[in-house]
């Protein structure tokens, strides 16, 4: 399994991002994703999720600005970030399980990772 992120950089508050995560080594149409992030300090949160079949779950604090989606044509998964603020500064990691869970943004049920790419937000 692996997973690469990019499009992370710098943006001014209320600036918008893309990221992408381009996924190998295992049928990405039927795994589960999610994309976490990690600031200074802080520990890893998960922000997104999104089953195979297409439901999603988003934390709290990025509802109605963020929206992660999958093409499974590409392997590819996205998260598109609007509205940014400076407290959205991280490394955003996506992650891949591959069972259900009841918990889609719980760090310990995903066991393959990409390396993360940087957000900041000023």
């Known amino acids: 399994v692996q997973l690469v992120e990019s499009g992370g950089g710098s943006v001014q508050a209320g600036g918008s991002l893309r990221l992408s995560c381009a996924a190998s080594g295992y049928t990405f149409s039927t795994a589960y994703m999610a994309w976490f992030r990690q600031a200074p300090g802080k520990e890893r949160e998960g922000v997104a999720s999104i089953a195979y079949g297409g439901p999603t779950r988003y934390a709290d604090s990025v509802k109605g600005r963020f929206t992660i989606s999958k093409d499974n044509t590409k392997n590819t998964l996205y998260l598109q970030m609007n509205s940014l603020k400076p407290e959205d500064t991280a490394v955003y990691y996506c992650?891949?399980?591959?069972?259900?869970?009841?918990?889609?943004?719980?760090?310990?049920?995903?066991?393959?990772w990409g390396q993360g790419t940087q957000v900041t937000v000023s």
């Open positions: 992650a891949a399980r591959f069972r259900p869970s009841p918990f889609p943004l719980r760090e310990n049920y995903y066991p393959s």
